[in-house]
């Protein structure tokens, strides 16, 4: 018993948070990057540490070694300007918002559900099915709205139309939307498989507007599993994901989830569950994003589309990292 509590209290130990109280005001600033894209070393600032070891100091000597990998990753890679350690802006930043802008949080989820394998969980899907906007009280009353009301969130390309939760969970200028549900069949299609999670809906098309509209929610039917028969509820959320438009990180490819976006009281002709997207937008939005990335033939410092080192779930063989013998031509005019 002694020896499982010297155990527990030794990973406590190394598991302990350890605090920067502060860096020192006279720490000289950081160094920009050599022509060759290595970072000098970094001054290390005294600091006071709270715990048991010196992990926070070991990080401090991580970040000032100059023949780090992470450190020198950006620089490496044509990005020098995001070399670590630094702070870079999100398209989301106070900054760059405008006054009337709220931040959504498309990522955010209820504990009981997760991404597309909660569709599958019959008992899950009993707990939580379906998906409020979560709102902060000062918003909701400058909005003028209560819980239960309905609201239309617009993003850059269209807009959703879902109901209000307000709550004290979340904070001022902050918008969530949890990420899982949605899930929805076109009226006329058999899609018994998940039924109990697929919304009935009618699409429609104008030129570049696409329109999703409700007809049905829920319902008991038969199935070799006796349970679908007591499917009580009706609501299975909004499918918010198709109002979002693609955001690749110029830098690292991956799809930048959080939306700046108005949030207002819905329109006397909506409805719960509608749903409104310009494609056409949809395409400018893309592009814009994409003229902000840095073409990899040029900033490579291997050859390579992206450092192999990095770790992957499913890591590809190396030949696919490989480069194309093609001309260099930026796509952002500042490269």
């Not at 020896?3 to 600033?29: H, I, Q, Y």
């Not at 394998?117 to 899950?124: F, V």
């Not at 693609?246 to 719960?272: F, K, L, N």
Request: hydrophobic share 40%; with cysteine; aromatic share 6%.
């Amino acid at each position: 018993m002694g020896g499982l509590r010297r155990a527990r209290r030794c990973r406590v130990s190394r598991t302990s948070v350890l605090l920067t109280e502060r860096f020192s005001a006279s720490a000289e600033p950081r160094a920009g990057p050599s022509r060759s894209g290595r970072l000098p070393a970094l001054p290390r600032p005294p600091t006071r540490l709270i715990g048991r070891d010196g992990d926070v100091a070991r990080v401090l000597d991580l970040l000032a070694d100059p023949d780090t990998r992470m450190v020198t990753l950006l620089a490496d890679w044509g990005w020098p300007e995001h070399a670590l350690p630094g702070y870079a802006r999100s398209h989301v930043h106070p900054s760059v918002m405008q006054p009337d802008q709220m931040v959504l949080i498309s990522t955010f989820r209820l504990p009981v559900q997760i991404h597309t394998r909660g569709g599958n969980a019959k008992w899950l899907n009993e707990l939580a099915h379906t998906n409020p906007l979560w709102i902060h009280p000062d918003d909701a009353r400058r909005l003028g709205v209560g819980a239960g009301d309905l609201v239309r969130v617009e993003t850059a390309i269209g807009y959703f139309v879902v109901k209000a939760w307000v709550t004290e969970g979340i904070r001022p200028g902050v918008v969530a939307c949890s990420h899982h549900m949605g899930r929805w069949k076109l009226a006329g299609d058999r899609h018994d498989g998940a039924g109990q999670v697929m919304a009935t809906v009618d699409l429609a098309k104008t030129g570049e507007q696409w329109a999703m509209s409700r007809r049905a929610g829920v319902r008991p039917y038969a199935s070799a599993d006796p349970d679908t028969r007591r499917i009580w509820w009706t609501d299975v959320g909004v499918h918010q994901n198709l109002t979002f438009p693609v955001h690749p990180d110029p830098i690292s490819g991956q799809h930048c989830w959080h939306q700046a976006v108005q949030v207002r009281p819905a329109e006397p002709a909506d409805a719960y569950g509608d749903i409104a997207v310009d494609t056409h937008k949809a395409h400018e939005v893309y592009q814009q994003w994409l003229a902000m990335a840095r073409n990899a033939t040029r900033h490579s410092p291997d050859r390579t589309r992206r450092p192999y080192w990095l770790m992957r779930p499913l890591k590809p063989s190396r030949d696919t990292y490989r480069l194309a013998e093609e001309p260099a031509t930026d796509a952002a005019a500042h490269a």
